[in-house]
């Protein structure tokens, strides 16, 4: 079953797919991006995916090239060519090719870049033991609502996070807690299931977001509100959400246990009615 690549309308192998040297994704970081999986061939809400990668579009002023509905056939196929059950499908859309200045560039096209491998779930014993996490100063632009190439600094806290043992970087701007490296992060506080609410200084996860909503529908407190740090200290759980990590348990922050050092049960139940939705779909 084959990796294979989509750039603006022909399709190849990853290792064939070829995009300009001039490109302003590759110059400038001057592109959006999504994250989709698929279930057993499945799309994961690729609508509300969509929708974010048009609102990011709209935000820097790229005019996407293709429709929804038209990216969406696109993803199916690419699907269906790969071949595979569980798909990470990835897409890049970059202002395109021109010669490198840093005003937008007069009449040059989108590069639009799909990619899809074989996607590889996390194991279950790092579900059932849970992970740990450590915090860092959220150097990041003020625009974190724009799923943007730009992502050094998430590049950066990643690796800080791996080479302490870790299985994320959490970020903190002026005390307060705004989301993972790569995920977003929910604090259990008592009866209360809290995570930092949308707005510039987080990209809220389409996971993130159907977490809040199963959650409600099952009589949870979910709440989105500031977190400060002493809180995520205190609270009885922490859990991780994202398309790659689900509902994911953590269990130590900055070398510090949370709750009783074990996955807690308001995550164990949410993860479990997250995969009854995935289920039913």
């Avoid at 569980?86 to 040059?108: F, W």
């Avoid at 959650?215 to 979910?222: D, T």
């Amino acid at each position: 079953m084959p990796n294979i690549a989509f750039v603006n309308g022909r399709w190849s192998a990853i290792s064939a797919a070829k995009v300009s040297v001039e490109d302003r994704g590759f110059q400038f970081g001057d592109g959006i991006y999504e994250l989709i999986r698929t279930y057993g061939g499945r799309v994961f809400h690729i609508q509300e995916h969509l929708s974010r990668l048009q609102a990011s579009a709209k935000e820097i002023e790229i005019v996407l090239p293709y429709t929804a509905a038209q990216l969406e056939k696109i993803i199916l196929l690419g699907c269906r060519k790969s071949g595979y059950a569980d798909t990470k499908v990835y897409i890049q859309v970059t202002r395109g090719a021109a010669p490198r200045l840093h005003s937008y560039p007069k009449k040059v096209k989108p590069t639009v870049v799909m990619t899809f491998r074989e996607f590889e779930p996390l194991s279950m014993k790092l579900r059932e033991q849970g992970v740990a996490v450590l915090t860092t100063p959220d150097i990041r632009w003020a625009r974190c609502n724009v799923k943007s190439l730009n992502l050094l600094p998430n590049v950066m806290a990643r690796e800080q996070a791996l080479r302490s043992g870790a299985f994320e970087a959490i970020f903190i701007r002026d005390g307060k807690v705004t989301e993972g490296a790569g995920s977003n992060l929910f604090a259990v506080l008592g009866k209360k299931i809290v995570t930092p609410p949308a707005g510039p200084f987080i990209l809220s996860g389409i996971t993130r977001e159907v977490v809040l909503q199963i959650g409600k529908e099952n009589g949870l407190e979910m709440i989105e509100r500031d977190l400060k740090l002493s809180q995520l200290y205190s609270a009885d759980e922490l859990f991780l959400t994202g398309t790659t990590v689900e509902v994911l348990p953590v269990v130590q922050l900055d070398g510090r246990p949370i709750g009783a050092g074990r996955p807690g049960e308001k995550t164990a139940f949410l993860y479990r009615a997250f995969q009854e939705q995935i289920a039913s779909m």
